[in-house]
């Protein structure tokens, strides 16, 4: 069965103390992964994607086929990364997104 | 503004009633979709539809309906068969249904049972 885990529900760090959000995925083909943010009173966007492997408001993520795992990390986290973030992951030919069920980021001054 | 609308922003519905959630998408995506937001679930797919008179449905579609009838559109309906219905809904759209192409949310519906 495809799934999602994101084993924390909350996540809180100080300002400048590096970050990483976990993620893990049970899928037996090859996936495609996503982290998803959601800010305060926005609406819930594409943060990145593995298959771009780029960089996004500092934030990476790097795909372990072999831990099956996709966590996000970001060396120095500032206030304005406090928000909701969602792990997800598209399988098989109809790309439908199977999400995580969230961690929430707390970033303290 | 353009992108993806979602109304009402707030709706409340007694017992027993039907209400309809509305979707508009003017970025000519083929695919759209509703998920349901529930504290600590994530989000759980409901309907999704491909192109205009086609949709399937999710993992949790039970008690609600939907339609396509013009690209740019995918109302759903929350019928009395839905036990819970309570929850923050949200549409998405995306180019087509491939797995690499980002989805593109609204800003949600937050419904309440009375």
């Known amino acids: 069965a495809q799934r999602v885990t994101q084993p924390e529900k909350l996540l809180s760090v100080f300002k400048g103390a590096p970050v990483e959000l976990k993620c893990n995925y049970s899928?037996?083909?090859?996936?495609?992964l996503f982290w998803y943010v959601q800010y305060s009173r926005q609406r819930l966007q594409l943060l990145l994607r593995h298959i771009s492997r780029e960089s996004i408001k500092g934030f990476t993520a790097d795909l372990n086929k072999g831990e099956t795992s996709f966590h996000l990390k970001k060396p120095f986290a500032q206030e304005e990364d406090s928000a909701m973030y969602y792990c997800a992951l598209s399988g098989g030919s109809q790309g439908n997104l199977i999400f995580g069920k969230g961690t929430k980021l707390s970033v303290k001054p | 503004d353009g992108g993806i609308t979602q109304s009402p922003k707030y709706l409340f519905r007694k017992e027993g009633q039907n209400v309809t959630l509305s979707c508009e998408q003017n970025?000519?995506?083929?695919?759209m979709y509703w998920y349901r937001q529930d504290p600590g679930q994530g989000l759980r797919l409901i309907y999704y539809s491909q192109i205009v008179n086609d949709f399937q449905k999710g993992d949790i579609a039970e008690g609600y309906s939907v339609s396509r009838e013009k690209k740019e559109s995918f109302p759903l309906t929350v019928t009395s068969a839905q036990k819970n219905p309570t929850a923050f809904y949200l549409c998405a759209s995306s180019i087509a249904q491939t797995r690499e192409h980002e989805q593109f949310f609204g800003p949600g519906t937050r419904l309440t049972v009375l």
């Open positions: 899928y037996s083909g090859s996936p495609e």
């Open positions: 970025l000519n995506h083929d695919a």
